[in-house]
């Protein structure tokens, strides 16, 4: 069984551009959440969706971010104009709709470099 | 204000030691609580979980962890360590569906 996949593993942009990172979560879960990583902010919440929809974006740094979230395989995070301080790892998980629906699965993150 | 510890930012083991990592949250009730492993370049992998019942809880590759309500601590702890298990080791706890707010980390290094 597939975990959850996204492209790409890694993007170096510069900075002004449009960053469109991927995700498809595990099939049959119906939570996703987009986590960024840093070293001086550690792991953050960004956003997560249910059933497709949008529950919580209050992570969403600012404008510049957005996620959506299509149909239940696939979501995608935006970053326009993207900076050097996105620079990071970010990381989707998708959460089964069965039992607690706490339990999340990581994808292998896609590491970000705004030059 | 909701929040979730770890102490240690970073512990060096010797191959074959016990291995204790410490983990204390600080929520009104107690919290779904979980332990993750993030090996170098990869993403996180569940190691455990705990949501009711027994305190002591087994989790993959060896690992286990104890709830202590009086203590508001989830510590990790492993018998004996492998050079496989220098990795991250994030602490987790969800008080609600879908939140799940991380430690800051700690970092495991194993020595021969």
């Known amino acids: 069984d597939a975990g959850v996949i996204q492209s790409p593993r890694h993007e170096v942009t510069e900075m002004g551009q449009e960053v469109t990172l991927r995700c498809k979560p595990i099939?049959?879960?119906?939570?996703l959440f987009w986590y960024r990583q840093t070293m001086m902010r550690g792991l953050e919440l960004l956003i997560y969706f249910n059933n497709n929809v949008p529950i919580d974006d209050s992570g969403m740094p600012e404008d510049r971010f957005s996620a959506k979230m299509p149909n239940a395989s696939f979501s995608t995070l935006k970053i326009q104009p993207s900076e050097p301080r996105d620079s990071a790892v970010y990381f989707c998980a998708s959460s089964p709709s069965s039992g607690t629906g706490i339990e999340q699965f990581f994808g292998p993150g896609t590491r970000l470099t705004v030059l | 204000a909701q929040s979730v510890t770890q102490p240690d930012i970073h512990i060096t083991v010797s191959e074959g030691a016990s291995l204790e990592l410490r983990c204390n949250y600080s929520?009104?009730?107690?919290?779904?609580l979980f332990w993750y492993v993030q090996s170098p370049g990869q993403g996180l992998q569940l190691l455990l979980k705990?949501?009711?019942?027994?305190?002591l809880v087994q989790g993959i590759k060896g690992f286990e962890a104890e709830f202590k309500r009086s203590q508001s601590s989830f510590n990790l702890r492993k018998p004996s360590v492998h050079w496989s298990d220098a990795a991250e080791y994030f602490c987790a706890v969800a008080p609600a569906r879908g939140k799940l707010q991380f430690g800051a980390g700690t970092q495991v290094v194993v020595t021969p």
């Open positions: 929520y009104g009730a107690t919290p779904y």
């Open positions: 099939s049959g879960h119906n939570s």
């Open positions: 705990y949501f009711s019942g027994d305190t």
